[in-house]
């Protein structure tokens, strides 16, 4: 028996589209693009109790226990990770990034102010990756590379500075922040340039010290044997490279002379911005690692000359002192 033909097969019947109940649409649209009242006052809740621990932090940081300020901000952080993954589908993303970019931030500033370079530079750099355009977290990131260029001398962690100050400076056009808190990054552009000038400067001088050095020696060789008319050859040549050596040497000195560093910042042993200022019974502020190290040596008061114990020092941080050296070298705080 053959096959039917294609034209008696059983036709389907067209599939009929399901009308969709407009009231269970609404629902579905509410639950994944709005806030229901409940999910509404949890969120509500959430940055409540993220600000009062954020508002805890802030209290610590201006007494500068900045420990404490660390643990405030970390439990804000908490609060806000565990009620934020509960709720990604309605907490609104830009307000939660925005929010942890500022915890991060604050958390990166407590570090620099703790000498604690590194953490601080983690943290600025996940506030950065929270909120791009949170101006605050570069400004941050550049306090600590200023202050990392300024401890190592190293002119790639202030060009680097400049350049996100440079960054910040354009985010605030963008977003027509006001004129103070652009002035103020300007001042910190201004001073992370002078510094990248100043290291300029010593790596120029060094290497021009040493090239001249090689050129003596090389002249000193050249005139051991010399007929008289080579001699007198040699001697202009030699004194045409020193001359232009010693310019480039002098320029170099002024510029790194180029320093409104006050001297009561600045520690009598080193000549530069003393490192955790501690002061003696004579009331007198030093570097403590240069400090003690004079102690153990001479058993006295730098400036006094009192007799200080190796043993019992008797030595006070400078917490006065210390603030005024950061907001020095930040230009002015604004976190």
Do not use: W
Not at 154 to 180: G, M, P, S, V
């Amino acid at each position: 028996m053959g096959c039917f033909p294609c034209c008696f097969k059983k036709q389907k019947a067209p599939r009929q589209r399901r009308r969709r109940d407009p009231e269970r649409l609404s629902k579905s649209s509410e639950k994944f693009n709005g806030l229901g009242p409940s999910d509404n006052q949890i969120v509500q809740d959430n940055k409540q109790r993220v600000n009062q621990e954020k508002d805890i932090g802030r209290d610590f940081f201006q007494k500068s226990q900045y420990a404490d300020a660390v643990r405030a901000y970390h439990n804000a952080l908490r609060i806000h990770f565990e009620l934020g993954s509960k709720l990604i589908l309605v907490y609104p993303r830009d307000d939660y990034h925005n929010l942890s970019a500022i915890l991060y931030a604050n958390l990166a500033r407590c570090h620099l102010n703790m000498e604690q370079s590194e953490e601080g530079m983690e943290f600025s750099d996940k506030a950065i990756k929270e909120d791009p355009n949170y101006i605050k977290a570069y400004v941050v990131k550049g306090d600590i590379l200023i202050h990392q260029a300024d401890q190592n001398h190293n002119l790639d962690q202030a060009t680097q500075a400049k350049d996100l100050f440079e960054h910040c400076i354009t985010l605030c056009e963008r977003i027509n922040k006001e004129n103070d808190f652009t002035s103020q990054i300007e001042e910190r552009l201004k001073n992370a340039n002078k510094i990248s000038r100043i290291l300029q400067a010593e790596i120029d001088f060094t290497y021009h010290s040493d090239v001249r050095e090689q050129f003596e020696h090389i002249f000193a060789k050249l005139l051991e044997n010399p007929s008289l008319e080579e001699r007198d050859k040699i001697e202009k040549f030699r004194g045409h490279i020193l001359h232009k050596l010693d310019m480039k040497l002098e320029n170099s000195k002024e510029i790194m002379k180029d320093d409104d560093t006050p001297e009561y910042l600045k520690c009598i042993f080193t000549h530069e911005v003393m490192q955790d200022p501690h002061t003696t019974k004579a009331g007198h502020s030093y570097s403590k690692e240069e400090l003690l190290q004079h102690i153990q040596v001479n058993a006295n008061e730098p400036m006094t000359r009192d007799f200080i114990s190796q043993q019992q020092p008797g030595l006070i941080k400078n917490k006065a002192l210390e603030k005024a050296i950061k907001c020095f070298l930040a230009k002015g705080s604004i976190c």
